[in-house]
């Protein structure tokens, strides 16, 4: 996947979208419509590439519900969304991104996550819905800071 990417707040009326494809990954979708929670859609010239999310904690933020469609898969796609919500995170005045994931630790540890402890997420972020019950206590946890540029990001959270 290359060219621009563009990423659309997504508005409530979209969001059953977004619910269906988290659930058809198996993914949390229960809490999306709460306060505080943005997403987005991500598409390119070439068309939907998939939906991403935060909720925003002071500076830190949790990096939520990001899932690719089955068919765009190893193409590069979800690199290109996360990047997309990272840049909407900076945009958004965050400085780190917080998640946990089940099964794709690899990937986000290939694009610029480092694995962190629980404990030492902030404690907004660990009361959060995703810590605190929607993702098992084995779930991965891992952070990325981010770089605030005019130049852009990688992909990995760098120049």
Known sequence: MTGPRTATPLAEQDLPALAALLALEGLPNQDITAAGRFFWRVDALDGFL????????????????????????????????????????????????????????GFFERIGFARAERAAAPPDIRASAQFAGLC????????????????????????
């Open 50 to 105: 998939g939906y991403g999310g935060l909720e925003v904690y002071g500076r830190d933020g949790l990096l939520r519900s990001v899932v690719v469609p089955p068919e765009r898969r190893r193409k590069g796609d979800g690199c290109a969304v996360v990047d997309a919500i990272s840049r909407e995170a900076v945009a958004l005045g965050l400085e780190r991104l917080w998640l946990l994931t089940i099964g794709a630790a």
């Open 136 to 159: 098992p206590g084995s779930a991965v946890c891992l952070r990325r800071d981010l770089v605030s540029t005019a130049a852009g990001m990688d992909g990995r959270g760098k120049l």
